[in-house]
């Protein structure tokens, strides 16, 4: 059985805790990653065994809530999808973690999304139908029916919450370029 290969990278991560600080300021780490680990894994390993006070939100671990959201390099990323190594590979042996917008970090890794949902909030980027979705009509579906029915009705929430997510990744770049 082969031995899992690891490689030594430099990671520069912001840090900004108001309690304590003033202004924020990068800290560096030299980690030992393998080519199984992504970013989450690195902030983990960060929290766990160099500094517990390091905050970054996290949630789902697939890439699909977007909670994980993170600049590596600048480049806007989810700390739960992209590999350490590749990261490695395109912009050299030390990476710079940094939240999506500094300007608005509570601590650390953690932003204020508070404009953003109150924006979202106000366009509603759904259609909105007058058309009841259950009406009355004395019939009753038979269950192969409603099961089809409750599965695409899952499937739209979940590209609902997948073009969220994309939007707000999106208003981010774009803020950037404000």
Not at 42 to 63: A, Q, T
Request: proline fraction near 3%; aromatic fraction near 10%; glycine fraction near 4%.
């Amino acid at each position: 059985m082969s031995e899992i290969k690891k490689v030594s990278v430099v990671f520069k991560v912001f840090r900004f805790n108001p309690d304590n600080d003033v202004l924020p300021y990068y800290k560096t780490y030299e980690l030992e990653v393998t080519q199984e680990d992504v970013v989450l894994d690195v902030l983990n390993k960060i929290k766990w065994e160099h500094s517990g006070s390091l905050s970054y939100r996290r949630s789902c671990r697939h890439g699909i809530c977007g909670s994980c959201a993170i600049k590596v390099n600048g480049k806007a990323t989810l700390a739960c999808k992209d590999n350490v190594l590749e990261l490695a590979n395109i912009f050299g042996e030390e990476l710079v973690l940094e939240p999506q917008n500094q300007k608005r970090a509570y601590k650390d890794m953690v932003i204020d999304k508070s404009d953003f949902w109150d924006k979202y909030d106000a366009i509603k980027p759904y259609l909105i139908d007058d058309i009841d979705e259950n009406p009355e009509t004395g019939e009753e579906l038979p269950e192969k029916e409603i099961i089809d029915r409750k599965r695409e009705r899952k499937m739209e929430l979940w590209q609902k919450e997948y073009e969220r997510i994309r939007m707000y990744l999106e208003y981010l770049s774009l803020e950037k370029t404000e």
